[in-house]
């Protein structure tokens, strides 16, 4: 059974940092890009980062310079390394990936950027 599992969210001052985790299951997770989205109350779901399974990655404008997206095969997990957070950063995050018959997402981890 392919399974993705977030963590790592929480609530942190702007500014701050936080790494997310996704452990993912049940599939070749080497041979698979990996995305992180997120989505604020309100708003609809966006794609913050891409790993490509040979490494290459993408970043949406709005968290370029400051998120960095990561993966250990060995582990099978993805990472986001967030740093200099802001208020706007706040959102439910997600991780996912696509296959030829449909996309599987996470529960997601919620980042709250707060004083």
């Known amino acids: 059974q392919v399974q993705l599992v977030e963590s790592g969210g929480g609530l942190v001052q702007p500014g701050g940092s936080l790494r997310l985790s996704c452990a993912a299951s049940?599939?070749?997770?080497?041979?698979?890009?990996m995305n992180w989205y997120r989505q604020a109350p309100g708003e609809q779901r966006e794609l913050v980062a891409v790993?490509?399974?040979?490494?290459?990655?993408n970043y949406a404008d709005s968290v370029k310079g400051r998120f960095t997206i990561s993966r250990d095969n060995a582990k099978n997990t993805v990472y986001l390394q967030m740093n200099t957070l802001k208020p706007e950063d706040t959102a439910v995050y997600y991780c996912?990936?696509?296959?030829?018959?449909?996309?599987?997402w996470g529960q997601g981890t919620q980042v709250t950027v707060s004083s």
């Open positions: 996912n990936t696509k296959f030829s018959v449909g996309s599987v």
């Open positions: 790993i490509r399974s040979g490494g290459s990655t």
């Open positions: 049940g599939f070749i997770f080497s041979s698979y890009a």
